[in-house]
């Protein structure tokens, strides 16, 4: 299995980006009125529409600093009012088949769901359009009729959804390696190479997400008073649990399967080298004497008396005296096992 077959096939399926697809691209900002709330979705913001929205709504200056930021490590900051999440999620397509992260950043009020991202997160999007548009319009009702807090919980959902379907490609991918390092016509260092750093990028998503979450749940009944949604987060938790478990054993499998890799490729190249050796073991008598009727001395043979045995004696001495101890070595070795029959 290639490095390229490895990318195409984890990052297949749904999540696969078709390139004419150019609305994920672009700078848009979706507005979606619920019953006593907002929700307002900025794909690809400038800062400008950033900091528009922290003026109304009294963000922190350093929360908006931290969703403009490409790259800012997962957090949870709780205020009186409000709480600032930043998350990250598996991209749609990898480059150079070495999984990023894509950043979520949400400011979550009672009266306001704020989401801040690049436009590659294609579960949001997709819930973006269903409540903007009447694509699904019971799903619509359902969210935008209740509150922040079941928003959030389905916004969360969606993309950890998205998250285990990524993993199940990996599982996938890992039985496909499997296969392959017990086969002696393929070399699967590089195949192995590539998935281990998938897998330790997917972990460094996973890991902080469960924190998040958690964190995120226990703060949200401020804001969604009257609603109980203690179990529809510890489900989300579970699946989040899931997928740490899944990648935990992933990663351990990763490594059977290198150390399994390196003992057959060492057992393969000292079987190589082995059989070189006895090659040239079983050559020594005849270089030895090839070496000695190759120099400029007088030799038994060489000074063209041919002997009893007609012109070709001594060329016939010299392929007996080479045959007779490489076929003793080679009798001996058999013997000692280094040759199998």
Same mark, same amino acid.
């Given at each position: 299995?290639? !490095?390229?077959?490895?990318?195409?096939?984890?990052?297949?399926?749904?999540?696969?980006?078709?390139?004419?697809?150019?609305?994920?691209?672009? !700078?848009?900002?979706?507005?979606?009125?619920?019953?006593?709330?907002?929700?307002?979705?900025?794909?690809?913001?400038?800062?400008?529409?950033?900091?528009?929205?922290?003026?109304?709504?009294?963000?922190?200056?350093?929360?908006?600093?931290?969703?403009?930021?490409?790259?800012?490590?997962?957090?949870?900051?709780?205020?009186?009012?409000?709480?600032?999440?930043?998350?990250?999620?598996?991209?749609?397509?990898?480059?150079?088949?070495?999984?990023?992260?894509?950043?979520?950043?949400?400011?979550?009020? !009672?009266?306001?769901?704020?989401?801040?991202?690049?436009?590659?997160?294609?579960?949001?999007?997709?819930?973006? !359009?269903?409540?903007?548009?009447?694509?699904?319009?019971?799903?619509?009702?359902?969210?935008?009729?209740?509150?922040?807090?079941?928003?959030?919980?389905?916004?969360?959902?969606?993309?950890?959804?998205?998250?285990?379907?990524?993993?199940?490609?990996?599982?996938?991918?890992?039985?496909?390696?499997?296969?392959?390092?017990?086969?002696?016509?393929?070399?699967?260092?590089?195949?192995?190479?590539?998935?281990?750093?998938?897998?330790?990028?997917?972990?460094?998503?996973?890991?902080?997400?469960?924190?998040?979450?958690? =964190?995120?749940?226990?703060?949200?009944?401020?804001?969604?008073?009257?609603?109980?949604?203690?179990?529809?987060?510890?489900?989300?938790?579970?699946?989040?649990?899931?997928?740490?478990?899944?990648?935990?054993?992933?990663?351990?499998?990763?490594?059977?399967?290198?150390?399994?890799?390196?003992?057959?490729?060492?057992?393969?190249?000292?079987? $190589?080298?082995? $059989?070189?050796?006895?090659?040239?073991?079983?050559?020594?008598?005849?270089?030895?004497?090839?070496?000695?009727?190759?120099?400029?001395?007088?030799?038994? =043979?060489?000074?063209?008396?041919? =002997?009893?045995?007609?012109?070709?004696?001594?060329?016939?001495?010299?392929?007996?005296?080479?045959? $007779?101890?490489?076929?003793?070595?080679?009798?001996?070795?058999?013997?000692?096992?280094?040759?199998? =029959?």
């Amino acid at each position: 299995m290639s !490095r390229s077959s490895i990318a195409k096939r984890l990052w297949s399926g749904r999540r696969r980006r078709p390139r004419d697809d150019a609305a994920l691209d672009e !700078r848009k900002v979706e507005r979606m009125d619920g019953r006593g709330f907002v929700w307002i979705d900025l794909q690809n913001p400038d800062r400008e529409n950033v900091e528009r929205l922290a003026a109304e709504y009294g963000f922190n200056a350093l929360n908006v600093e931290d969703c403009l930021t490409k790259f800012e490590l997962p957090k949870l900051d709780a205020y009186s009012d409000h709480m600032f999440l930043i998350l990250h999620f598996p991209p749609i397509v990898a480059k150079e088949a070495i999984p990023k992260h894509n950043q979520l950043s949400i400011f979550v009020g !009672r009266g306001f769901l704020i989401t801040v991202h690049q436009g590659n997160l294609k579960p949001l999007v997709d819930l973006v !359009r269903a409540c903007k548009g009447g694509i699904d319009p019971e799903r619509r009702d359902r969210l935008m009729s209740s509150s922040t807090a079941v928003l959030l919980h389905e916004i969360i959902d969606v993309l950890v959804d998205d998250l285990l379907h990524t993993l199940r490609r990996v599982m996938a991918n890992l039985d496909d390696i499997e296969d392959d390092v017990f086969d002696e016509s393929k070399s699967v260092a590089k195949d192995i190479h590539v998935l281990r750093r998938e897998i330790t990028v997917l972990r460094r998503i996973a890991s902080p997400l469960k924190r998040i979450v958690l =964190g995120a749940a226990k703060n949200i009944a401020s804001y969604s008073p009257g609603e109980d949604l203690t179990l529809h987060f510890d489900d989300v938790i579970d699946h989040i649990d899931k997928a740490i478990d899944t990648l935990e054993e992933s990663k351990e499998t990763m490594e059977i399967y290198k150390d399994t890799d390196f003992v057959l490729s060492t057992e393969k190249a000292s079987k $190589v080298l082995a $059989v070189l050796t006895i090659i040239f073991t079983l050559a020594i008598p005849a270089t030895v004497i090839g070496t000695f009727y190759g120099m400029n001395v007088s030799l038994p =043979g060489g000074s063209g008396d041919s =002997g009893g045995g007609g012109p070709h004696t001594t060329f016939l001495l010299v392929i007996v005296a080479s045959v $007779v101890p490489a076929g003793i070595m080679y009798l001996y070795f058999r013997r000692l096992g280094w040759i199998s =029959g």
